[in-house]
Structure formats: C-alpha cells, structure tokens
C-alpha cells in the first residue's frame, strides 16, 4: 500500500474517533504519530488500519434508491398515439 491510501483511511477514520474502542483509539493515535513522521506502514499495520477502515466505514447501498430514479431507456408512460 502507499503512502497516499494510509493517508486515505486514516482521513476517513477520523470522524469515527469517538466510536473507537480504547485498544483501536490507541492504535489509531499511534498511526497517526506514524504518519505524521513521514514513516510507511508495514503489511501489519496496514492490514488493522484496512480492518478498522472496513468495521467503521460502512458503504451504502444504493440500490435501495433505484425506484425514485428513472433509467435511460425506461418509459413508464408511452406518449399518447394520434
């Protein structure tokens, strides 16, 4: 992994802080100490970083909105024939 994905998932694990767990609050401070030194992650540290990226940043199903958006080609209502 590179430097600009740590920077990624740590980023967007910030506004999880206050979910943490003690053992993941501490471990999220030390790889922001990490990454504020300019230091790579190993393959260790990187795969809890993806992990607690994963249990926090959940995605969201779009599919569910499907029925209030049309599809091109879908016509509901054919034009009146003459």
Known sequence: M???????????????EKKFEREEAEMYKKFLQRQKDDEDFDSLSM?????????YNERVDTTKYDKFFKKKGENDNPPPQQ
């Open 2 to 16: 590179s430097f600009r994905d740590q920077r990624k998932y740590l980023e967007a694990l910030k506004k999880y």
């Open 47 to 55: 795969k809890k970083l993806k992990e607690m990226y994963d249990k």
